[in-house]
Structures are given as C-alpha cells and as structure tokens.
C-alpha cells in the first residue's frame, strides 16, 4: 500500500486536501500521490496549473508513465509487449484492465491503474480525446523502435518525436482545450518535446550505457561513429578527447530546437501555463551549458545543483526572464567553445542566432 510507504508525502497531499487543491476520492489521491513520487520535479511544475487542466495533465502523465512503464520492463517478452503497447490508448477506458509489471513504484502505479482509468473517464471528452490519441500514436512509436536501433538522426529525431514530441503536442492539445490557449503547431510543440528529451539523453548518457540487463542507447549511430568504433568507447579515459568532441556535436543538435522553442513560449497566454512550459526549458538549456565540453557526463551524472534549480523556478515568470536566461546560458555555451572543435563553427552559428533573438526581442 503505496499510502504506508511515503507519510511525509501523505501528509502534504492532506494539506492540499485540506486547501481544496484535490479532489477528495481516493482514485485522485491514488494519482496526485503517484505523481509525486514518479516525478518529483513534474509535481512541482503540475501544481500551477489551472484546477481543471491540473486534473487532465496529472492523468496524461501517468498514462504515458505507465505506457513506459510496459516499454521499459525487460521481462515481458516482444510478442507480448507489443500487442500491449499498441492496444494501451483502450485500456484507459477500462476499469477492469489491468497488467501487472515494473518494479518499486512504478509497479504500484501498474497494479492499481483502475484509479488512474477512474480518475480518466471523469474528465471533459476533449481531454480524454488528447489523451488517447496521444496514448495510441507513442505506444505505436514505441513498438516501431523496440526492434529498431537509433541510427541516422533523423532516427532520432523519430525517436524522440514518440516519446517526448507527442507530449508537446498532447499538452498543446490539452491547453487548448481548456480554453485559454491558441491551439500550437504540432511542429512547434513537438520541438518543445524534442528539446527536453535531447537534453536527458545526452545528460544520462553513463547512466543508460551501465544499465543492467539491457543497455538501450539513444545516441545516433550517425553522430558517434565518427569519434569511437562503439558507443561505450566514449567512457573510456584514452578517448576523451573523442568522447567530449562527440558529447558536443550531441548539444549542438539539440540546440537546433532553441529557436522553436522560444516561438512556442512567446505565443502563451496564460500566466500558469507560460511557467508550466519555461521552467523544464530554461533547466534544459542550464543543463546542455553545464555538460558542453564536459567529460564529467561520461564519469557520472552532471546535474544543475539545487540552488540554481531553485533560482530558475523562482525567476522564470516572464518571456522577458526566458530570453534573459537563454541569453545567460547561451553566453556561457559560446564562451566554452573551442576552436579546436570540429562543430565550433556549427554551434557557434547555432548560439549566435539564439543569442539575436533573445536581444532583440527581450
Ligand atoms: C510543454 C509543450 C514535457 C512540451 C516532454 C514539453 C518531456 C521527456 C520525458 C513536453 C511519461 C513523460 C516520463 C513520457 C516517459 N519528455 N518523457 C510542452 C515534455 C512521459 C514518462 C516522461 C516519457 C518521459
């Protein structure tokens, strides 16, 4: 019983109770609570948001969670797990559907998904749309890449486009629907995703290498092939000057969708939203300044410390603060880049063209 397990947790979400934040029954408890402990900084993003669109977001994450749950268990065997993926987007509709798989609490979220159905069929029909048709095309996507290596960028791209771009454009859909929000170009909305997904694969990069039993990589056979004959080769001390020249034709890449994303946030309406979406973006840019040139991603796991977490949360309001942040780590980026570096003309260009945006529009 997941509610004996975290008091601390239990306690706040009484709080929030008390402060009429969540709704009473136990199958929304069962997933602010999950939430909570799936992902820390999502629940702490989630919380500003509108009551109504709070309620369809929270839903939209565990269903996904849940989906990767399934894609992530090296247990169930292809011929059963894919038949799964692809028939998820139903379940939800399911009370009674059930598939008992993961580990510690993403196993508890798996046996006890009939909250999570109960607390779906209670939102508005156009969330539950957003949802499910998000839900069918990842668990599609994912079922395409189980036997599929990523190999050309546009691979990844692919790739990233089922596990994080349709994110960008469910949330898109899901803002829409709650009222305030034009609805976002799919293009735009699915470079938000890209983003962040690029972001954590090349931040996560030890961590998904040493992954016992099944190490499934993400980093484009195109890319790291002209530095190392195989991916692991990039930890090895004698190729670090390789591995960091690789690590940042990796940041370079994903800085292709700063320009984008930066369009996407300007065109936000809602005060709530707007922070919602720039928060994880402004970390992500953080993030892809401290690991550039840095052999550190390649000896452990290099993450933005807690005060400058803290920092970003509390000073990202305005697109005005967006600009200035991208405008900071994008100075920082381009103060790191050395001649020697086979992209620094690429990534040079990459900076220089954020860096106008944000000064003539900040
Ligand atoms: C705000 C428009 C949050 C787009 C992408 C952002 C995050 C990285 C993590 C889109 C369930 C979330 C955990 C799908 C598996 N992508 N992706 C706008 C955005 C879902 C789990 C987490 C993946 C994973």
């Not at 977001?57 to 065997?77: Q, W």
């Not at 009674?96 to 998904?113: I, N």
Request: glycine letters at 4%.
């Amino acid at each position: 019983n997941p509610d004996d397990l975290y008091p601390l947790i239990k306690l706040k979400l009484a709080a929030r109770h008390a402060e009429k934040q969540i709704p009473p029954e136990p199958h929304w408890g069962f997933c602010y609570l999950m939430l909570q402990k799936v992902s820390r900084s999502f629940a702490l993003v989630i919380q500003q948001l509108p009551v109504e669109l709070r309620d369809a977001v929270c839903i939209f994450y565990l269903v996904l969670r849940a989906l990767d749950t399934v894609e992530d268990d090296t247990s169930i065997p292809t011929d059963v797990k894919v038949p799964i993926l692809i028939s998820f987007h139903q379940h939800v509709y399911d009370r009674e559907w059930h598939f008992a798989c993961g580990t510690k609490e993403y196993k508890v979220l798996m046996d006890q998904f009939h909250h999570v159905s109960t607390a779906f069929l209670e939102l508005g029909k156009l969330y539950q749309q957003a949802i499910e048709d998000i839900t069918m095309r990842m668990g599609a996507g994912m079922a395409k890449f189980i036997c599929k290596e990523v190999e050309t960028t546009d691979d990844y791209d692919e790739y990233c486009h089922y596990v994080a771009g349709l994110v960008g454009l469910g949330l898109s859909k899901l803002f829409h629907a709650s009222g305030t929000e034009d609805l976002a170009s799919d293009s735009l909305s699915n470079s938000m995703g890209l983003f962040l997904q690029k972001t954590n694969i090349i931040r996560d990069y030890l961590e998904d290498i040493n992954e016992v039993p099944k190490c499934r990589m993400f980093w484009p056979h195109e890319i790291w092939s002209k530095y190392v004959n195989k991916l692991e080769d990039l930890k090895y001390e004698e190729n670090s000057v390789k591995a960091v020249q690789c690590l940042n034709e990796m940041v370079t890449n994903a800085l292709s969708h700063v320009e984008d994303c930066l369009t996407y946030m300007f065109n936000l309406r809602d005060p709530s939203i707007f922070r919602f979406c720039a928060i994880p973006q402004v970390m992500a840019i953080g993030t892809l300044a401290m690991c550039y040139d840095n052999i550190e991603v390649f000896r452990g796991v290099v993450k933005m410390r807690r005060g400058l977490t803290a920092k970003v949360i509390d000073r990202t309001k305005t697109m005005a603060d967006v600009y200035g942040a991208f405008f900071d780590f994008s100075c920082m980026l381009k103060s790191k880049v050395n001649n020697n570096d086979p992209n620094a003309t690429k990534t040079l260009k990459r900076l220089d063209a954020i860096l106008k945006t944000c000064r003539d529009s900040g």
